[in-house]
């Protein structure tokens, strides 16, 4: 069964930067997509960035575009976050997820495993 493990969180100030990591194990494919999502209290869950598995194409929120970036290590099943100018409003938990076929990629219905989450806190 699929697992995923997210890491990295933190508290940084507005400007800084954070690289989450998402361990992923028991996938039997090598084509499927992974993606970050994140959650502020009292809102909805969004997604942040995709990656496909395999082919490496990727996709992103407007709130990521020019900021975030979402990458593969095959070796070490390892899908990556690296965000930069973080923002308070970037504040939230940020979640791991995978899915074999979702479309569009935003559809966290979709996804059918999660980690556990991991918590940015952006301070002013």
């Known amino acids: 069964q699929e697992q995923l493990m997210e890491s990295g969180g933190g508290s940084v100030q507005a400007g800084g930067s954070l690289r989450l990591s998402c361990g992923a194990s028991g996938y039997t494919s090598n084509r499927y997509f992974m993606a970050w999502f994140r959650q502020a209290p009292g809102q909805e869950r969004e997604g942040v960035a995709a990656?496909?598995?395999?082919?490496?194409?990727?996709y992103d929120a407007d709130s990521a575009k020019g900021r975030f970036t979402i990458s593969q290590d095959n070796a070490k099943n390892t899908v990556y976050l690296q965000m930069n100018s973080l923002k308070p409003e970037d504040t939230a938990m940020y979640y791991c997820?995978?899915?074999?076929?979702?479309?569009?990629?935003?559809?966290?219905?979709?996804?059918?495993?999660w980690g556990q989450g991991t918590q940015v806190t952006v301070s002013s």
């Open positions: 997820a995978a899915a074999s076929r979702v479309s569009p990629w935003t559809r966290r219905d979709q996804y059918t495993y």
């Open positions: 990656i496909y598995i395999g082919l490496g194409s990727t």
